[in-house]
């Protein structure tokens, strides 16, 4: 299959840290994106990893682990406008396989 | 700046009516063109996939005589609705890609379809 596997809510305080959880199949892999979407919009583009490790982008992070299949993306010093919906997707054969998303409320 | 540009972003029309949705990338050559459809509250579903110059490929249980796909240039690529439902009333999203995997993959703001 093209199971890809995140949960489906999450909900966090405003200015703590939150873990969002993906994973994926590792046959054909070529690269990990997170992407943010809000309601009634387009997904954007959060981060690309294609190599084991974490990248630090402001208050987004984003690890992978090839050899676990597993990615999480890191919001730190959340705010409210950091509601959304999170979807992985991994990379493989030129398509991409999209996760349901997990649905983010930051509370006050 | 935008990389992308999808028009219209926003469609209402009458059933039975073909709508036209354009999609450019803007600062790069789009070898190949991925068209999603979104339903409230799903996730996001593959269409089509076509490549400059070629027929498109159409996920399964997608109608191509219905969704129309032209792919004539290297820069703009559209999706036509034909004959337009309310069960096609949808988010309509395009994504070019310039065959790099490293690249970030960029989305159009999307078309949000209501046919009344």
């Known amino acids: ?108 | 700046g935008a990389v992308v540009s999808q028009h219209p972003s926003r469609v209402i029309c009458k059933s039975g009516t073909s709508v036209k949705i354009e999609c450019r990338s803007l600062d790069f050559q789009a070898t190949t063109m991925f068209w999603y459809r979104q339903f409230p509250k799903q996730s996001l579903m593959l269409m089509a996939t076509s490549n400059e110059g070629s027929k498109a490929t159409y996920e399964q249980g997608v109608e191509k005589d219905k969704f129309l796909i032209n792919h004539a240039s290297l820069t703009l690529s559209t999706l036509t609705v034909t004959s337009a439902h309310p069960e096609d009333s949808s988010f309509y999203i395009c994504r070019p890609w310039a065959g790099l995997s490293h690249q970030p993959q960029h989305f159009g703001d999307g078309t949000r379809l209501s046919i009344l």
Not at chain 1, 15 to 29: D, E, K, L
């Open chain 1, 1 to 108: 299959g093209q199971n890809i596997d995140q949960p489906t809510e999450m909900t966090a305080t405003e200015g703590a840290i939150v873990q969002i959880n993906c994973t994926y199949q590792t046959s054909g892999f070529n690269g990990l994106f997170w992407y943010q979407q809000h309601a009634g919009e387009a997904p954007t583009f959060l981060s690309y990893n294609v190599l084991d490790g974490l990248e630090e982008k402001g208050r987004f992070s984003s690890f992978l682990s090839r050899s676990k299949g597993y990615s999480y993306l890191l919001l730190k010093e959340l705010q409210m406008k950091d509601s959304a919906s999170y979807l992985c997707a991994s990379l493989r054969n030129r398509k991409l396989i999209w996760g349901l998303g997990t649905s983010l409320a930051v509370n006050p």
